[in-house]
């Protein structure tokens, strides 16, 4: 016979583990990889943020779970689901329409852990005593907050390392501005002949020595050059136009909706001619800073079916010397006979001599998200095949065989949550909250990522691994404890308008990041750091006022539905975040954060809250 009773540290700290990788996984890893894979900002925003769905209605179907088999066997049947999922994902990142193919299986991800959530949650309360279920909840945390750990840092500097050691040898050259100096003359593309240096392949730039003059050039003349570039890597394959990239190698055109064309277009621009990204150029001359074209090329034929990414950027020196076309390549056997193009500007007012160092960095980041992704999905059959011996089995975990009465009773559950006192200061609590919070976290990530030249810092994924996904977790989970212990001290009302500060305020440090654009790692990771304390200390105010919302008698199932709201907060926000950074770009996009932040303050400003709720009763122990 099963045992009904098991040695919980034998299965608590493995199912929540279980539990937190998906959604780290379908919240902040895929947000990494379609950013690596070259996907936009405001696509990433917009369609990732449409995979908190599942989260938001899960109460919806939270009676099917009840009512059909146990709480055991959806947790299994999820993890395999999962597993499955995940070897998906890996299948088809190699495929032309790979954004679609593994949004689809991210969605599969979504809803399998949404359901899992239910599941485990449920099975967590039937599975153990009153007193355990006190005792534990600090071991189900703490092992969430490692799969958290794992998915933003351990994953991402696998899959970085990976990228890095199957990627062929930098190049790294110095771009030297000089008065006085003559303008070498390029040879064409099509005369260029690549030489073979060695066995070993790297990526070599040419001219190897960049010198150029502050002279002006004719705006048209500038424009010329772009145009040139733009054609060239779009006709060898070196870059895909993003339509064409979504919709998996074939460029689609379509007539923009009545929507767009009465209210999107005419909003993005107003936005893009008063706060966008050139808004602040406003110079007619005919004349603009001196543009330069380097070639970038490799030095040997790449493996056969192998594609390399080639990412250019500004590594270090003069800000006034920038990309403005041709920072991300496409390289195969196909065509590494030719160069990639990338356009140089200085500023026009650069008349001094200056310097700036770039770097071309390559590495086959699809096998590298191959790889992270079979071994994810190896870890999910661990899982089930574990769990499947581990878990034990409640008396009280049976399927209720009585789906029309449970549905009756879920709808009179969820109408008594609408009826509760103050509910509209409660729900606008739970949307608004983290409004600023739910656009940042969307694009912290990306901005990290993102080139110098496009207003990012230019981090590789193994750093950003470490510094969001490790340093800032750790932050997150201190601030977290924090939060959950002064509240239990002094009460939520007394810490509340603390944390309110605390989840909003710090969120300031990337206005400072996006415009100081410090190189220094240590400077990075105290900002990430502090931003990211912030949201723990103050999130716990978040957490702690749902559990108050929801006290009652159906407790469990309102405490679900303030989970959906929560979601629902992140979802929308989100959704719009990328497209309207990609107008405004990075710098007036986090100072939009800070002003969003406001709503949170009104909202807190009106819920109803008992004085005494969270503190420590007298004489308990």
């Given amino acids: 016979m099963p045992s009904t009773k098991k040695n919980p540290w034998l299965w608590v700290p493995s199912l929540y583990y279980a539990e937190g990788l998906p959604y780290v996984l379908v919240m902040i890893v895929s947000v990494i990889m379609y950013k690596r894979l070259g996907v936009s900002n405001t696509d990433i925003a917009l369609y990732t943020s449409w995979l908190y769905l599942p989260w938001t209605i899960k109460p919806l179907w939270s009676p099917i779970v009840d009512a059909l088999r146990t709480k055991r066997f959806w947790i ?22 790979y954004f679609k193919l593994t949004l689809g299986f991210f969605w599969l991800l979504a809803f399998s852990s949404a359901t899992h959530d239910i599941a485990a949650d ?30 933003q840092g351990l994953l991402i500097i696998l899959a970085g390392f990976i990228e890095t050691t199957t990627g062929p040898v930098p190049a790294e050259f110095t771009f030297t501005v000089n008065p006085g100096v003559q303008q070498e003359r390029m040879v064409q593309p099509d005369s260029f002949r690549i030489v073979l240096q060695s066995n070993e392949i790297g990526i070599q730039n040419y001219p190897e020595k960049i010198e150029v003059p502050t002279d002006l050039m004719d705006k048209n003349k500038v424009d010329s050059l772009v145009s040139f570039a733009q054609n060239w890597n779009e006709n060898h394959g070196f870059t895909v136009t993003e339509e064409a990239s979504i919709n998996g190698g ?16 005419p909003l993005e621009n107003f936005l893009r001619s008063n706060w966008g990204k050139s808004a602040q150029k406003t110079a007619r001359t005919a004349e603009v800073g ?26 270090s020196g003069d800000k006034s010397i920038a990309i403005i076309e041709g920072s991300r390549f496409i390289i195969t056997r196909e065509n590494w006979q030719k160069p990639c193009l990338t356009v140089i500007q200085l500023d026009p007012k650069l008349q001094t001599a200056s310097s700036a160092r770039f770097i071309a960095r390559g590495g086959n980041i699809r096998l590298s998200w191959i790889v992270t992704f079979l071994v994810l999905g190896a870890l999910f059959i661990f899982f089930l095949i574990y769990h499947k011996f581990m878990l034990p089995f409640p008396a009280s975990d049976k399927s209720s065989g009585q789906g029309s009465t449970i549905f009756g009773e879920f709808f009179i559950t969820f109408a008594s949550f609408f009826k509760k006192k103050g509910i509209w200061s409660i729900l606008a609590f739970l949307l608004f909250y983290r409004f600023a919070e739910a656009q ?25 691994g470490f510094v969001y996904g490790t340093v800032g977790v750790l932050c997150l989970v201190f601030g977290g404890l924090l939060g959950g212990f002064l509240a239990a001290r002094h009460g939520l009302k007394y810490w509340l308008w603390w944390m309110v500060l605390a989840i909003n305020i710090p969120n300031a440090v990337y206005i400072y990041l996006s415009q100081a654009m410090p190189q220094d790692l240590f400077v990075i990771n105290v900002a990430v750091a502090l931003e990211q304390f912030g949201y723990g200390f103050g999130f716990t105010a978040y957490m702690l006022y749902m559990i108050y919302a929801a006290d009652g008698e159906h407790k469990t199932a309102h405490f679900a539905i303030c989970t959906g709201f929560m979601a629902l907060g992140m979802m929308l926000p989100g959704m719009l975040s990328g497209w309207l950074q990609d107008i405004i770009g ?10 969003a932040t406001i709503p949170s303050f009104i909202a807190t400003k009106f819920i109803p809250i008992d004085a005494d709720f ?8």
């Avoid at 309360?125 to 750990?149: E, N």
């Avoid at 001196?290 to 250019?312: C, G, K, T």
């Avoid at 976290?441 to 193994?462: E, I, S």
């Fill in 76 to 97: 299994i049947s999820m993890q395999l689901i999962i597993g499955a999922g995940l070897g998906g994902i890996a299948l088809t990142i190699p495929a032309d329409a």
């Fill in 250 to 265: 074939t460029q689609k055109r379509h007539e923009p909706s009545w929507f767009a064309k009465i209210v999107t277009q």
């Fill in 440 to 464: 940042l976290a969307k694009l912290a990530a990306p901005f990290l990522l993102d080139v110098q030249d496009a207003g990012g810092l230019a981090l590789t994924t193994g750093q950003l």
């Fill in 586 to 595: 990075y710098e007036n996009f986090f100072i939009w954060v800070v002003i």
């Fill in 122 to 151: 449920g099975f967590y309360m039937l599975g153990l005593s009153d007193h355990d279920q006190a005792w534990f909840v600090g071991i189900r945390s703490t092992f969430y907050r490692l799969a958290m750990i794992t998915g």
């Fill in 290 to 315: 001196r543009a330069q074209l380097v070639y970038l090329h490799l030095s040997n034929e790449p493996p056969p079916d192998e594609e390399i990414i080639v990412n250019f950027s500004r590594a």
């Fill in 614 to 621: 969270g503190r420590k009763e007298k004489g308990t122990k």
